[in-house]
């Protein structure tokens, strides 16, 4: 059923208010008969099903400057997800060269890192005993490796932990390293020592890795970890230069990790085989680089045309208001502390975007996020639904033709995934601003409606055509 509404102006800025009052009537009427019929224009809705399948995210963007993702979760529905990370780590950069005397001989090594959160699907697993792993990369973490393909060349297979590295999801985890890796790291020359770059491209990165939960057992914990507050601390004793004569002396020598520098997280996922481009009652959605409702363009751009053919629009002539997506799911647990734990907080559409300054593809929200008053896909729990406006998206694939969409499918494919706010405000103008980006640290499961549920994915649109 179509709403017909007359409208006098030829934009979509509508705000409609409502006034109650208790000896006032209101003619609503009133200068509707001003407006000719040849310059008015007609608001309509429309609902269509959202033709949604499930696919994984390939190249997920897996380079940050501030934390590191560690820790691996086996479920029934996707099996098992293994996370992992590289990081750099060189003395601080400092005016004064860094002086450690001659002769020094280590005493013990260990690195502490804090925890920023972590996500296990099951509560009565927050403290789950996991362990630990620690190699040395072949190479440095930078811009040349973007995404989270870890390959068996990425580092030495030999531990350089000392093994028994039990981490029970505590505010740090410490792990002690063997001596003949802290005097090699010891046996830095000077310049090395000045300068980072130097002293990395010795010494490369440092791989963070977790044993999977036992074959056969269900469950595990994601471990987010803050690398700028992450240090090497090395015991040492050492020969002073400064003076003659002095007695040998001990002292500690500290290397942050992370620190002004790069991070790249890894991922793995057993839940690629159940990619489906057929229609279904339900659709899994999975966090991070894991699969994802997603709309295949050419199926949505020939659904739309379907039904603008079959009101006889001419599709150069339709104005897109508003264009909402409705995802509902159901649960068997419907307690908060249930959803809060296998749903996202939103689901928004992400496509695949080229730097053309860097060259990479990375995942980014679609730019109808920025749009002001817009829905961003929050979860309403009373509902049992994530609801969005993507009304730029649905225009341009109603006025443009299948080849350009076809030649485009990159700017228009939707992987409906979890996205960060990060807001940004200044001391001096008093102003704020507010990005969002894919969230690729956050790990979850779900599961939604599909497009053969009763209660199926929508898009509802609010349109109007614009007179020849």
């Known amino acids: 059923m179509h709403s017909f509404f007359k409208a006098a102006a030829l934009t979509f800025a509508i705000s409609i208010s409502f006034f109650a009052s208790s000896c ?13 019929d040849d310059q008015a224009l007609y608001l309509q809705t429309a609902t269509f099903h959202l033709p949604l399948q499930t696919k994984m995210m390939d190249s997920l963007q897996a380079l940050t400057t501030t934390y590191g993702v560690a820790g691996a979760i086996r479920t029934p529905e996707f099996g098992l997800a293994k996370f992992s ?13 860094i ?40 190479r440095v973490v930078d811009t040349t490796s973007r995404y989270g393909e870890l390959k068996s060349t990425d580092y030495n297979p030999v531990q350089i932990d000392t093994g028994a590295v039990i981490y029970t999801g505590g505010d740090t985890l410490r792990v002690w390293l063997k001596n003949s890796f802290g005097q090699e790291l010891l046996s830095a020359t000077q310049l090395e020592l000045d300068s980072s770059m130097r002293f990395m491209e010795r010494f490369k990165a440092m791989l963070f890795m977790c044993d999977a939960p036992e074959d056969g057992t269900y469950g595990g914990r994601l471990n987010v970890f803050s690398t700028v507050d992450a240090y090497i601390n090395i015991l040492f004793s050492f020969q002073p230069t400064w003076k003659s004569g002095l007695a040998r002396k001990d002292s500690i020598f500290v290397i942050p990790l992370g620190d002004n520098s790069y991070t790249q997280n890894f991922s793995s996922y057993e839940s690629k085989p159940l990619e489906s481009a057929e229609e279904k009652e339900y659709l899994t959605v999975e966090g991070i680089g894991g699969l994802k409702p997603y709309v295949d363009p050419m199926v949505l751009k020939d659904t739309l045309d379907k039904w603008i053919a079959k009101k006889g629009y001419n599709p150069k002539k339709v104005l897109i208001g508003k264009a909402t997506f409705r995802l509902p799911f159901v649960t068997d647990n419907s307690t908060v502390s249930f959803i809060n734990n296998c749903f996202p907080a939103n689901l928004y559409p992400n496509n695949k975007i080229w730097d053309t300054k860097s060259s990479f593809w990375y995942y980014a929200p679609l730019e109808d996020v920025y749009t ?39 700017k228009f494919a939707m992987w409906f995934s979890c996205v960060n706010e990060n807001t940004t405000s200044s001391y001096y103008s008093e102003t704020s601003t507010t990005n969002y980006t894919a969230d690729a640290s956050s790990y979850y499961i779900g599961k939604l409606n599909g497009p053969l549920h009763a209660n199926y994915p929508t898009i509802e649109i609010i349109y109007a055509v614009m007179n020849d």
Do not use: H
């Not at 001989?105 to 099951?122: A, C, F, G, R």
């Open 24 to 36: 006032i009537e209101v003619d609503k009427t009133l200068g509707a008969d001003n407006t000719p």
């Open 85 to 97: 990370f590289a990081t750099n780590y060189a003395p601080y950069y400092t005016d004064k060269k």
């Open 99 to 138: 002086n450690l005397g001659t002769d020094r001989k280590i005493k013990s090594i260990y690195l502490t890192i804090q925890k920023k959160s972590n996500t296990v699907m099951d509560l009565s697993q927050t403290s789950l005993p996991q362990n630990f792993r620690v190699y040395r990369m072949t």
């Open 372 to 410: 002001n008053q817009n829905n961003t896909g929050d979860i309403n729990r009373s509902l049992s639904c994530y609801t969005g406006d993507i009304s730029s998206l649905i225009q341009q694939l109603v006025i443009n033709d299948k080849d350009y969409v076809q030649a485009n499918w990159k």
